[in-house]
């Protein structure tokens, strides 16, 4: 049940007949009641009336009754709206059957495609690459629960220029030795012995360019060695991707080299339907719109001076195959921000060629960068980018050494286990709870704190949340599903951190609604944050396990709807809970 929403429902009519055509309610949750309507504020100017006559007009309109709702004008002019006790707990006593927690499948499920993570064959990942991996994930996760078809694209670099020095080097090495190096994850080494000796050594730059051309060309042997750089560095990022806990597989690669045979098509088809323009020896296409900083036109190079292809084309021809093989109607492309330009003229052009039209659309998921405490992107201390496996490493670490401090009878299995959880869940909280388009700094002493909006203090409170249930004997093994001993038990609301905590269970289907549209990921984290503080209020001042029965079996209820949130709504985001910390 989205309450915002069926307040909203109720209200958009009494407005509309008020003000003379639709106006938005703008509900929101308030502290002065369950909720709040300010749409009567903005009114006031258009309709020339006071905002508390255009409120009253509205309430007097409006039908609230039937869903136990009371209403009042408050202040300059708000609608201040509240739930009786018994309709409020009638709604949260549907929630305990309900193993969707009130979130309906959703009613249009679409073909979504999500491009993410994106590292290139024989480097290794490093943290510029730690922000799509995972908000790509949380991204897939939060869509495939909601029904939709997802499908994974991870767009490897794979194919270009580098490749014919690479492949030469591996030559020079000898196919044993370098498949050593690559399968021990030492890329960054390897692919700087073989830039080294590009930059220094003409013979072994010519004989790299002849690479190219052979591997272009289908070479045999040299696809082979192409392929055993890919396989190797395939294997890798796989492991990285099992220590980051996402579900990125080998079924999900798909490099450059994938839309080869589709890039001259892209290209003949731009030219027949009248887009391409020749500028400087290349093939372009000028959207508009686009210019560049002395006003000029600015060109999509889809062929180059040389003949080859660059990314424009690539991106085209993938986005052509996603909408006409996958039969995508959702394009979703989890890239920095500064490809910002390029993803919005490639989409233009595809508008333009018509393989972009509705229902189909595309959407740059962009964000900003990890900073360091300096202010300044993350480096490491030789001023390199940081290696993602080695901050992965080193969070599982912290966090480990956190949870022996706290708890010095851990044994080691049990301190790993919720070093692991904890040192990745933090890693992820602290990217996914920000707005994906600001930067952030990266803050180990913050991200593992068992307070404020951190993903240890949310693990904390499920954690608590299930001591509370196994005292009570409704979840005697620590990773039983919860299972409410009385799902039917009446809902009482003895203080008001009962209630609060109640309105709060009630906007999980809100919040994933907004999500699932706008894919601002760190809506749900705030979500969630709001839910488990609510739950610290409740639990400080309403005993659960010493209360009355009917009381002790009500706060129950509330405690066990509290925990399956957090754990599906953490779940979404990719982040691991625990049953004992």
Not at 372 to 386: I, K, T
Request: glycine share 10%; net charge neutral; with cysteine.
């Amino acid at each position: 049940m989205d309450l915002e929403k069926l307040l909203s429902d109720r209200l958009a009519p009494a407005f509309a007949a008020v003000a003379g055509g639709p106006v938005d309610p703008l509900v929101r949750r308030s502290g002065r009641a369950d909720f709040q309507s300010d749409a009567a504020l903005a009114l006031a100017r258009r309709l020339g009336r006071p905002p508390r006559d255009i409120a009253g007009a509205v309430l007097a309109h409006a039908v609230l009754d039937d869903i136990g709702v009371s209403a009042e004008v408050s202040g300059p002019g708000f609608i201040n709206l509240t739930l009786a006790d018994r309709a409020l707990a009638d709604l949260v006593a549907g929630l305990a059957g309900d193993a969707r927690l009130g979130v309906p499948p959703t009613a249009t499920p679409q073909t979504v495609v999500v491009d993410y993570s994106a590292p290139n064959v024989a480097k290794e990942m490093h943290v510029g690459h730690l922000r799509s991996t995972v908000i790509g994930d949380a991204a897939v996760r939060l869509l495939t629960w909601l029904g939709h078809r997802v499908v994974r694209v991870n767009h490897l670099g794979d194919w270009g220029t580098p490749f014919g020095m690479l492949i030469e080097h591996l030559i020079d090495l000898g196919e044993a030795e370098a498949a050593q190096h690559l399968s021990m994850g030492d890329l960054d080494t390897f692919y700087r012995a073989a830039r080294v000796k590009f930059d220094e050594d003409e013979a072994f730059r010519e004989r790299s360019r002849l690479r190219v051309v052979a591997l272009q060309g289908g070479d045999e042997r040299t696809r082979r060695l192409w392929r055993l750089l890919v396989t190797q560095s395939e294997r890798y990022f796989l492991t990285v991707y099992d220590l980051l806990d996402v579900g990125l597989s080998g079924d999900d690669f798909r490099g450059e080299s994938a839309y080869n045979h589709l890039l001259a098509g892209v290209v003949d088809d731009l030219d027949r339907l009248g887009l391409l323009r020749p500028s400087g020896g290349a093939e372009c296409v000028f959207p508009p719109g686009f210019t560049g900083r002395d006003g000029a036109p600015l060109p999509l190079i889809v062929r180059k001076s040389d003949g080859g292809y660059g990314y424009p084309a690539t991106d085209l021809a993938a986005l052509r195959q996603r909408v006409g093989e996958l039969g995508a109607t959702r394009l979703l492309y989890v890239v920095g921000l500064p490809q910002r330009q390029h993803f919005a003229m490639v989409f233009a052009v595809a508008e333009a060629a018509g393989w972009l039209r509705p229902p189909v659309r595309a959407e740059h998921l962009g964000f900003g960068s990890i900073l360091g405490a300096d202010g300044r992107m993350l480096r490491s201390r030789a001023g390199e980018s940081v290696k993602l496996v080695g901050l992965l490493e080193e969070a599982v670490a912290r966090a480990t050494d956190l949870a022996r401090s706290r708890n010095p009878d851990l044994d080691a299995e049990a301190a790993a286990e919720i070093g692991r959880a904890v040192g990745i869940g933090a890693i992820k909280y602290a990217d996914l709870s920000v707005d994906r388009t600001k930067d952030y700094v990266l803050d180990w002493e913050r991200m593992l704190a068992l307070d404020g909006n951190t993903a240890p203090y949310l693990q904390y409170a499920y954690a608590r949340i299930r001591s509370v249930l196994r005292r009570a004997g409704t979840a005697a093994q620590p990773d039983a599903p919860i299972v409410l001993a009385r799902p039917d038990a009446p809902i009482v609301f003895a203080q008001p951190a009962e209630r609060a905590l109640a309105v709060e269970l009630l906007g999980f289907a809100g919040v994933v609604g907004e999500v699932e549209r706008s894919l601002e990921l760190h809506q749900l984290a705030g979500y969630l944050h709001r839910l488990a503080t609510a739950f610290s209020a409740f639990y400080e001042r309403c005993p659960v396990l010493r209360a009355s029965d009917e009381l002790r079996e009500s706060r129950l209820l509330l405690a066990g709807l509290t925990a399956r949130t957090l754990r599906q709504g953490l779940d979404l985001l990719g982040i691991r809970t625990l049953a004992r910390m």
